[in-house]
């Protein structure tokens, strides 16, 4: 299998379109140009619009057969160049090739089992007087913006319901990896009905026109939560749709009966998965005073048998940052531990001369609550990991915090583990497990962690208006009736 050539078009009412105006793209490993990328005008943002809005017309009364058959395409599309797709992720994102892996082979899952979700009408009233149906009617154009640390698996969390639910698509991609999403569109011009699914690129400023375009009835957004502030004021201006996924915070709680050398590497890719650039990665690391010292020991000896580097290499476990202002952004949470005298129990040391935006796995030894690096996100491989032992203490701890993506527990004694979940304020709740998702499973975030959710029939209702349709079987206005008692 060949790798794709270096050429990246975006696509407008299935066709190709090149923009006036190209910016670059990187590999985070090397911080190589490796191809140039578009950036759509306005005025092409608008040629998108109209084509959506004209794929609609026909698309929202296609069968759920026909919406099936296309999400199938585009998972066939995908698996048939799985191969060229995960070293493009590789080589756009930075992500070792286990990764790119998940990613793609779970994109492929994800879009077959959208396939099988449909939302029938809902049959409230069906008597001899009247019948009462919701149904679940498509809202028309969805602008999907997606971040940067799972370009494909999260454009497909919205490509999928969206045109299984009977919507048209403009995605915008994250101006740090827009390749793969390019590719993909490409693809599929083969395969879907023009205008169906569009693909445009370019900087921040896309989403932002994104967000305020009459055209577009609903955003579903991936990012930051200040983003996402953003996103949701200027969707006001036309009161589009939106569902927000953002940033998190989340907390873990291992309890003082685990075996600190059984957990340890659990524990580490909790934290560290994707390199720490991941929304629901743990960010803080609670472990129970009576074995904190054996659990730290037991991570930082994890740690070093770990790799970081290029994530083409083969023994490659983690890679870089993915792009320079994100590499600035976590030297800050480096520097601000080092002002503050806080103990690194591995890692802390850059290195100003690699390749690329490389950054030592870092575990921070018991900083104190209040400290930029525990409650701030840094989406970077470095973690606070914090001694508890009054449990209702570590709850409130866990809880003290604006997001509320996801949390985990983990433990032998289970009623505690449950007790301690019960009580915990985010959207996902793992126990003794983590990071473990299903396209029938409702994914989001609480508080500032976002609004709506995706995945499962919830999350396809995101994609639909209600629309409820009555019928009076009694109605007493045929011809000769006037006069006559009902
Ligand atoms: P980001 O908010 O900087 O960018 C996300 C996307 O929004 C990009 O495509 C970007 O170009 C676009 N954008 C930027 N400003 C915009 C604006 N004003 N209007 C419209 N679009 C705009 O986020 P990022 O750095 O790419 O991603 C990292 C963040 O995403 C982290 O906070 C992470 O936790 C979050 N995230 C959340 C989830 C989730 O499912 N909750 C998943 C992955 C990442």
Redesign the pocket.
Known sequence: MNDFDSNFSMTIDGQAADAPQTGEAYNPATRAVIARVPHATRAQLDQAVTAARRAFESWRSSSQADRAAALNAIADVLERNAEAFMRLLTKEQGKPRAGAEWEILGSVYWLREIAKQSLPDEIVEDSLDRRVITRFSPLGVVGG??????PVL?AVWKIAPALAAGNTIIV?????TPLCTLKLGELCRSVLPRGVFNVVTG??????W??AHEGIDK?A????????K??MR?AAGSLKRITL????NDPAIVLPDVDPQAIAPQLFWAAFQNNA????ATKRLYVHEDIYDEVLAALVAFTRTQKVGDGAEPDTALGPIQNAP?YQKVCEYFDDCRRNGYRFATGGELDPHAKGWFVPVTLVDNPPEHSRIVTE?P?GPILPVLKWRDEADVVRRANDTIYG?GASVWGQDLAAVERIGAQLEAGTVWLNEIHQYAPGQA???HKQ??IGC?NSLHGLMEYTNWKTITLNRKAGFGRGRVGKAA
């Open positions: 913006i997606t971040p940067w640390n799972f999260l915008k991609p994250s101006p740090f900087g921040d400023e896309l989403g932002q994104m967000t955003i957004f991936t990012g930051h939560t200040e983003t996402g953003h996103v200027s996924e953002l940033g998190g650039q991941f929304c629901n994100q996100e989406f993506l994914f989001g975030g962690s976002g995706e």
